[in-house]
C-alpha cells in the first residue's frame, strides 16, 4: 500500500507538471489522436501530451518496457487513470493500435514482430485498421473470402474488406485473409498484416447515417503480404482472430478505466441529469417530468452497476489482461446503455435533438444529433449485439448450439 | 364504429399508394436534402397532389373540397408515411383546414377553404414555444391595439412555416402561460411587418422554422374562433393533427417493417437466411403485434373524426402514444436487423428512425399522452 | 337491419325476465359453471339460467339449432353478448366442451357424433377435459407417446398424459394417441374421444403454485376408446388437434367473444383499485411513475380489443380462427400478465395475502389470480411457440 500512495504522489506530480493545460479540457472528435501521419490534431499539444506519455510508456501503461510500454501493475495502472480522471487529463493516444492489435501481438506476436510493430504502436507512429467484414462475412466473420496465395516469401492477397474504420487514415492493416479454400471453414483462415501503402490497395469511404464518413470499402488486388507478417501460425489465424475481437468488445483499457473512481459513464450520465434540469426544470427539488426522472433515474442506476462490475472485473483478473467470452458482457450491455443515454438526451431535448445544420441550433444540439445517430452502431460494430448473446448463451452460461 | 375500410376508401389508398410509389419514392427526399431545396418539398409534386384533390379531401364538396373525411385523408397519409413524402398535406391540408373548418366564420371559409382546396393558399400552424409540446404553455402575446391585435413572442418547430402563406398563431389574450383559458388563434399573412422567420434543417429531412413575431398587426377579423376561447379551436386541431400523424406513422413503421422482413429473409450468414435465428424471428413477431394493434387504434380513430365521436381526444392520444412507441422500436429495429448496411446513409432504411423520431416529438410524445389519457379517465 | 333491432329488442326483454337476480353480477371462479355430472350449484339461480339458456340454445349462441344450439348470426351473437354486459349477465356455463371440443366437433365430426356429443355439451350435462400434454411432450406436442392398439372395434389406450385441467370432474376427455408408430411424428396421430368412467382410466391432481390443484395426470391402463369415437381419420389426428388449438387459443385471449370480454373482466379496473390503495393527489393518481404503467397498460388493453373487434369485422364470416389466433392469444396473455404486475405494484404488500382475516376477499382472490395468470402463457402453447407460429406462418419467415 505505501508504495502505492508513493506511486500516486509521483503520478499526481508528474501529471501536473506535464499535462498541458490544453489536454485537460474534454476531448473534440477533431483533437482526437490515433498515431500515423495521415489524420492529424490541429492543436500542437496533443503531440506534445502524446510525446511525454509515450516517453513513460504510458500511452500503453500496462504493456511491457521492453516493448515500449509502461510496465504498470494493474493497481498502478487505475492509479494512473485515477489521477488522470482527477485533472481531466484526456487520452494521449487512441486506435485500434493499442486497443486491439497491440495486446493481440504481445500474446501471439513473434519476439521479432513485437519488436518492429510494438514500439511504433506505443510512440503514436503507426495507425492501424482492422479488415475483418466482407460483404457476405458479418456476423458470421468465418465465412470470409479474401484469399491470400503463398508466393514463397510473401502472400498475395485478393478480395475486398467492408466497414473497414479508418482505412483511409491507417497506415497498416490487420487483416483476416482465406489461406485454404479446401479446409473447413474456421481451418483455413490466416491473420496477417501489411502496409496500408501497398501496391492494390484501393479504398472507397462509406457515408454513415449520422453524415459522417470514419469507414470505408477495401479492395485488394494482388496485394503483397510478405511473410514474416504472419501472426502465429497458417491456417491458424481464427484463434488469434477471436482473442483479438475480446480486446476489441472490453479492451482492458475500457475497462480498467471504467474501474478509475470517476468513469466515463458515471461522467456522461451527470450530464444527462444536468441537461434535463435545463431543458425540463425542477420543481420542489424534482425534475419537473416525473416518468422522465424516472428513466433517467432508471438508466443512471443501470450504469452505475456497469461500472462497478467492469471495475469488480479489473479486480478479479489479476494479470491484468483482457477476460474471456465475458466480455461480451460488456460489449454488449455498453452498447445498449450508450444508446438509451442518448434516446434519453433526444427525450430532454424533445424537438432541439433534431437539428442537421444551419440556425436555430446550438453547436451542441447539432453534434448531438449526429452522436446519437452514430451510437446506434454501437450494438453492430465489433460483433452486433445478437452475437454477443450467442456468446454469451454458448460459452458462459453453457447453452447447447 | 367500422374497424375496415370502404370501397371508396381502398380506392384512394390503392390511387395513393401508386402516386407515391411513382412520384415521391424515398430517393426524391434524398434529393431535396443533398440539394438543400429551399422548398423542402417539390411544389411540382404538390401541383399534382392538388390535381388529385388530397388538398381538400376534408373540406366539404360546398367548399371545393372531395368531402372524403379523415379516414380518406388517412390513408393517403398513411401512402406518405411509406414513402416519407415531404409536402404541405399535414401543415396546409390537415391542421389549416381543420382550424379553419373548426373556427372560421362563414364569410372566412366562403374565402379560405375553396382556397386550400385549390393548393392556392399554404398555412402553418404557429404553436409551440419550447422543444416540449405544451399547447396552452403560451406566452406570445395579443394586446388589443385599435381595431385589431399587436402580436408578439416567438414560435418554434412550426411545420412548413417557411413556405406558408398564413400563419394561424396562437397568443394569449389574456392568463397567463399554462392556463387553457385566455388564448386566441389568429390567421395572419406570413409576410406581415414584423414578422421573420428561420428555417430550421432537421434530420428528418423535412421541413420547419423558427419563426419571431414583433409588434405584428393583426385586425379583428384575423381571430379564428372567439377571443380568450381559442383553445377550443386548437384542441380540436391538435386531435386532427394528432391522428393524421398517426396514419403517417403507421405507413412508416409498416413499411420499414416490410422492408426488414425482407432483408431476414435474403440475407444470409452462417449459410442460412438470418431470419431463420429465432433471437430475430421472436422480434420480428412481436412487432407483428404491435403493429396489429397500431392499426386498430388508427382506424378507430380515424373514424370517431369522421363520427365527430365524444371518443376523439382519448383516441387521440391513444393513437399518438401507440405510433410513436411503436414507430420507434419498429425503426430501431429495422437498423439493428440490418447490421453494417443499416447504419449507412446509402441504404433507406435510416430514414425512417429519423423521421420517427421527428413524429416522436411533434404534437405530444408518448408519454405526454399517456398522462392526458389518465387525465381524460379522471385519474 | 330492422330485423337486427327486432332482436336485440327481444333479446333485452327476454333476458331482463330470465336472468335471475343473483346471476347478475360478477361471480367468483368457484361459482363458475361448467356442467357434467360431477357439477352442483350452491346457487339455485345458477342451475335456473343454466337450463333457460340451454333450451334457447344460447350457451352456444353460435352453434346450428340442429346440435342444441342458438343458430344466431355472428351480429346477433354479439347483440346478446352486449345485451349481456349491459344487465351484468354472467355467463350460464363454460369449459372445454364449448370452446374447444365442441367447435373442432362442429369442423371435423361425422354427423352420427355431432349428434351424439353436442347436445350434451349445450345443456351442460357432460363435461370434458384435454388429453393432450404429456411429460415428454409439451412444446413438442406431436412427438407424443401415448399408444392406441387397433383393436377392431375399438383402440386400446396405454399411457400417461399430464397437466389434465380439471379432469378429475371431467365426464370424456378428447385425447391425442399414436396409433401407428412407424409412421413421421406428425402422421401416426389420431383424435379420440374417451368415457372416463371406466376402469382403465385413472386421475391424480397435481398442486399449482396459486395452491389450488386445477389439474392432474391422468393414467390410461388399457383405457377403451370406442372406434365410433375417432375424429377424422386415423393416424391424421394432427390436422384436428392443431384446428383444436385454434380454437383453444382464441378462447385463451378472448376472441372467441369478439373482444368483449376480457380473461380479467371480473376483476375491478387497475384504475379503480390504484385510487383506493394509492390515493389520489391533484386529481391525479398519486404515484406518477406507477400511473403511467397503468395508464400504458390501460391503453394497450384498449387497443388490444380493438385490434380483436377489427379481426372479427374482417372475418365477416365469423367464429373461424386464423393463425392470427396466434397473435391474440400471445398478446393477450402478456398482456394480462402485466396488469396483474401492475396490481401487485399498485396493492403492496396487500397483494400477498394467502388466507385469513388480515387480507380482503378480493385481495387474496388477487394472490391467486396473479400466481395463476403465469400460467396462460404456458397453457395452449406457450408465448414462445406462439411467436414461432407468427414468425412462420404469418410472416413467412424461414425455419
Ligand atoms: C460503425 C461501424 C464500424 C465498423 N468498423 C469495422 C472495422 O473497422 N473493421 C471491420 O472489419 N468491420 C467493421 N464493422 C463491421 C461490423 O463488424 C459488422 O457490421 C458486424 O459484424 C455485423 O455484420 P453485418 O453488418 O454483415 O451484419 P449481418 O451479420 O448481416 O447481421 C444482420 C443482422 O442479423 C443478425 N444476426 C446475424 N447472425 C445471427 C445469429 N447467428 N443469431 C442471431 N442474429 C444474427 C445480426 O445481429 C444483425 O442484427 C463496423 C461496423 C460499423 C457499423
Ligand atoms: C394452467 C395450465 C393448464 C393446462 N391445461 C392443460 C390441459 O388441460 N390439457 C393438456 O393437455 N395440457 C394442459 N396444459 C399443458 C400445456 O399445454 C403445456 O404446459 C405447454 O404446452 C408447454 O409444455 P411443457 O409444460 O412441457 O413445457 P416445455 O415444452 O418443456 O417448455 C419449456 C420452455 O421451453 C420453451 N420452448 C419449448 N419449445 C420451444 C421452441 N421451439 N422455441 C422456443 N421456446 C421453446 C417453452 O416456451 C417454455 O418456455 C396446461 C398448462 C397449464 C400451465
Not at chain 1, 500516486?8 to 498515431?35: F, H, I, Q, Y
Not at chain 3, 333485452?12 to 347478475?24: E, G, I, K, V
Not at chain 3, 367468483?28 to 360431477?38: H, I, K, L, P, Y
Not at chain 3, 396487500?350 to 378480493?362: I, K, N, R, Y
Request: glycine residues 10%; contains cysteine; negative net charge.
Amino acid at each position: 500500500m505505501a508504495a502505492l500512495d508513493d506511486f500516486r504522489k509521483d503520478t499526481r506530480a508528474w501529471l501536473d507538471e506535464n499535462c498541458p493545460a490544453s489536454m485537460r479540457t474534454p476531448m473534440t472528435e477533431g483533437e482526437t489522436v490515433s498515431g500515423g501521419s495521415k489524420h492529424r490534431s490541429p492543436n500542437p499539444d496533443s503531440y506534445v501530451w502524446l510525446d511525454r506519455m509515450a516517453e513513460k510508456g504510458w500511452t500503453v501503461p500496462a504493456w511491457p518496457k521492453e516493448y515500449g510500454g509502461g510496465g504498470l501493475h494493474t493497481d498502478e495502472f487505475v492509479v494512473l487513470l485515477e489521477e488522470m480522471a482527477r485533472i481531466q487529463a484526456r487520452s494521449p493516444l487512441e486506435g485500434m493500435g493499442v486497443t486491439m492489435i497491440g495486446p493481440t501481438l504481445l500474446e501471439y506476436g513473434s519476439e521479432e514482430q513485437k519488436q518492429r510493430h510494438l514500439t511504433k504502436i506505443v510512440n503514436g507512429e503507426i495507425r492501424w485498421c482492422q479488415g475483418y467484414s466482407e460483404p457476405g462475412a458479418g456476423s458470421d466473420l468465418a465465412g470470409l473470402a479474401t484469399k491470400a496465395e503463398d508466393k514463397g516469401d510473401h502472400f498475395l492477397v485478393n478480395g475486398s474488406k467492408i466497414w473497414t474504420s479508418g482505412a483511409q487514415f491507417a497506415d497498416w492493416i490487420f487483416c483476416l485473409v482465406r489461406t485454404e479454400p479446401q479446409a473447413p471453414k474456421h481451418e483455413g483462415i490466416s491473420f496477417v498484416l501489411f502496409s496500408m501503402d501497398s501496391p492494390g490497395i484501393s479504398i472507397k469511404p462509406i457515408k454513415l447515417i449520422s453524415g459522417a464518413s470514419p469507414f470505408c470499402e477495401t479492395f485488394f488486388d494482388d496485394v503483397k503480404a510478405p511473410k514474416e507478417d504472419l501472426v502465429h501460425k497458417v491456417n491458424q489465424g481464427w484463434t488469434v482472430a477471436k482473442r483479438l475481437l475480446q480486446h476489441e468488445r472490453s479492451g482492458l483499457r475500457a475497462l480498467a478505466s471504467a474501474g478509475a473512481s470517476r468513469t466515463a459513464a458515471t461522467q456522461t450520465t451527470t450530464s444527462l441529469a444536468d441537461v434535463a434540469k435545463e431543458t425540463i426544470g425542477m420543481v420542489d427539488n424534482h425534475l419537473a417530468n416525473p416518468v422522465l426522472r424516472d428513466s433517467i433515474i432508471q438508466y443512471r442506476m443501470n450504469a452505475n452497476a456497469f461500472s462497478l462490475t467492469q471495475r469488480r472485473t479489473v479486480e478479479e483478473s489479476e494479470a491484468g489482461s483482457t477476460p474471456g467470452a465475458a466480455t461480451s458482457i460488456f460489449k454488449f450491455y455498453g452498447a445498449d446503455l450508450r444508446k438509451e443515454q442518448l434516446e434519453l438526451q433526444l427525450k430532454a431535448r424533445g424537438t432541439q435533438s433534431f437539428g442537421w445544420e444551419g440556425d436555430g441550433f446550438t453547436a451542441e444540439e447539432l453534434n448531438l444529433t449526429r452522436t446519437w445517430l452514430a451510437s446506434r452502431a454501437g450494438s453492430i460494430a465489433g460483433g452486433t449485439n445478437e452475437v454477443q448473446l450467442n456468446i454469451l448463451a454458448k460459452r458462459v452460461l453453457g447453452l447447447p448450439d | 364504429m367500422p374497424l375496415v375500410l370502404n370501397e371508396e376508401q381502398n380506392m384512394l389508398k390503392d390511387a395513393a399508394k401508386d402516386f407515391c410509389g411513382k412520384s415521391t419514392p424515398i430517393t426524391e427526399l434524398r434529393k431535396l436534402r443533398d440539394d438543400k431545396d429551399e422548398t423542402g418539398f417539390s411544389r411540382d409534386i404538390w401541383q399534382q397532389m392538388v390535381e388529385l384533390g388530397w388538398a381538400g379531401i376534408t373540406i366539404p364538396e360546398d367548399f371545393g373540397g372531395l368531402g372524403f373525411g379523415y379516414l380518406g385523408m388517412g390513408v393517403v397519409m398513411e401512402e406518405c408515411g411509406r414513402t416519407l413524402t415531404a409536402s404541405p398535406l399535414m401543415s396546409t391540408a390537415v391542421l389549416g383546414s381543420s382550424a379553419i373548418l373548426s373556427g372560421a366564420s362563414d364569410e372566412q371559409k366562403a374565402e379560405l377553404l375553396p382556397a386550400l382546396a385549390g393548393g392556392e393558399l399554404l398555412t402553418a400552424l404557429a404553436l409551440e414555444e419550447t422543444p416540449h409540446h405544451s399547447p396552452y404553455n403560451i406566452s406570445t402575446t395579443a394586446e388589443k391595439s385599435g381595431d385589431g391585435y399587436k402580436l408578439n413572442g416567438s414560435k418554434k418547430f412550426v411545420l412548413d412555416g417557411h413556405v406558408a402563406d398564413q400563419l394561424v398563431v396562437v397568443a394569449r389574450s389574456s392568463g397567463t402561460a399554462g392556463d387553457r383559458d385566455g388564448l386566441s388563434l389568429f390567421l395572419v399573412a406570413a409576410d406581415s411587418d414584423g414578422i421573420s422567420t428561420t428555417r430550421t434543417i432537421m434530420a428528418d429531412s423535412r421541413n420547419a422554422a423558427n419563426i419571431e413575431l414583433s409588434n405584428v398587426q393583426a385586425p379583428a377579423t384575423a381571430l379564428l374562433g372567439a377571443e380568450g376561447k381559442g383553445a377550443d379551436v386548437l384542441d380540436k386541431v391538435l386531435d386532427v393533427g394528432r391522428i393524421v400523424l398517426s396514419a403517417e406513422m403507421l405507413g412508416g413503421l409498416q413499411e420499414a417493417f416490410e422492408r426488414t422482413l425482407e432483408y431476414l429473409k435474403v440475407r444470409e450468414q452462417f449459410g442460412v437466411p438470418i431470419g431463420s435465428f429465432q433471437a430475430l424471428k421472436h422480434r420480428a413477431a412481436e412487432m407483428f403485434c404491435e403493429i396489429e394493434l397500431s392499426k386498430s387504434v388508427v382506424l378507430e380513430a380515424l373514424s370517431a373524426l369522421d363520427e365527430d365521436s365524444d371518443e376523439v381526444p382519448k383516441l387521440a392520444s391513444l393513437a399518438k402514444a401507440r405510433l410513436t412507441d411503436t414507430y420507434n422500436l419498429v425503426s430501431s429495429e429495422a437498423i439493428q436487423m440490418h447490421g453494417g448496411i443499416g447504419m449507412t446513409d446509402e441504404h433507406e432504411i435510416g430514414f425512417f428512425m429519423k423521421r420517427a423520431r421527428v413524429c416522436e416529438h411533434s404534437f405530444g410524445n408518448a408519454a405526454y399522452h399517456r398522462n392526458r389519457y389518465g387525465e381524460l379517465e379522471g385519474y | 337491419m330492422a330485423t337486427l333491432r327486432e332482436f336485440r329488442e327481444e333479446t333485452q326483454a327476454w333476458l331482463a325476465d330470465n336472468c335471475p337476480d343473483s346471476m347478475r353480477g360478477s361471480g367468483t371462479d368457484a361459482e363458475a359453471v361448467a356442467g357434467g355430472t360431477s357439477q352442483t350449484y350452491e346457487n339455485p339461480g345458477a342451475k335456473v339460467w343454466l337450463d333457460r339458456m340451454a333450451e334457447k340454445g344460447w350457451t352456444a349462441p353460435m352453434w346450428p339449432s340442429e346440435y342444441g344450439g342458438g343458430g344466431l348470426s355472428r351480429d346477433q351473437f354479439l347483440i346478446l353478448q352486449d345485451e349481456m354486459i349491459r344487465i351484468n349477465a354472467r355467463s350460464p356455463i363454460g369449459g372445454m366442451g364449448f370452446s374447444m371440443i365442441g367447435p373442432t366437433l362442429l369442423d371435423y365430426g361425422t354427423e352420427e357424433q355431432k349428434q351424439r356429443h353436442l347436445p350434451k355439451i349445450v345443456n351442460g350435462e357432460i363435461r370434458w377435459c384435454q388429453g393432450y400434454s404429456e411429460p415428454g411432450a409439451g412444446s413438442d406436442l406431436a412427438s407424443l407417446a401415448t399408444k392406441a392398439e387397433d383393436m377392431g372395434d375399438h383402440f386400446l389406450v396405454n399411457g400417461q398424459k399430464i397437466w389434465t385441467s380439471g379432469a378429475q370432474n371431467a365426464d370424456w376427455i378428447f385425447t391425442l394417441v399414436r396409433t401407428e408408430p412407424q409412421a413421421p411424428k406428425h402422421e401416426g396421430i389420431s383424435f379420440v374421444l374417451i368415457d372416463m368412467d371406466q376402469p382403465g382410466v385413472k386421475v391424480n391432481p397435481i398442486k399449482l403454485i396459486s395452491g389450488s390443484s386445477p389439474f392432474n395426470e391422468t393414467f390410461f391402463d388399457d383405457a377403451i376408446a370406442k372406434k365410433e369415437d375417432l375424429v377424422g381419420q386415423l393416424n391424421r389426428g394432427w390436422t384436428v388437434a392443431k384446428r383444436l388449438l385454434q380454437h383453444e387459443r382464441s378462447s385463451i385471449s378472448g376472441m372467441s367473444s369478439g373482444g368483449r370480454r376480457g380473461r380479467y373482466d371480473n376483476l375491478r379496473s387497475l384504475s379503480q383499485i390504484a385510487r383506493d390503495y394509492i390515493g389520489m393527489d391533484d386529481g391525479k393518481l398519486a404515484d406518477l411513475v406507477l400511473r403511467d404503467q397503468i395508464i400504458g397498460n390501460t391503453m394497450t388493453s384498449k387497443a388490444f380489443s380493438l385490434t380483436q373487434r377489427r379481426a372479427a369485422a374482417e372475418n365477416a364470416s365469423g367464429g373461424t380462427p386464423t393463425f392470427a389466433t396466434s397473435m391474440f392469444k400471445y398478446y393477450g396473455s402478456e398482456l394480462g400478465k402485466d396488469r396483474l404486475e401492475l396490481q401487485l405494484k399498485a396493492m403492496g404488500t396487500q397483494s400477498f395475502g394467502w388466507e385469513g382475516d388480515m387480507f380482503t376477499s378480493e385481495e387474496r382472490t388477487l394472490t391467486r389470480t396473479w400466481l395463476r395468470s403465469k400460467g396462460s402463457s404456458i397453457a395452449g402453447g406457450t408465448s414462445e411457440i406462439q411467436l414461432n407460429i407468427i414468425a412462420k406462418r404469418v410472416l413467412g419467415l424461414p425455419d
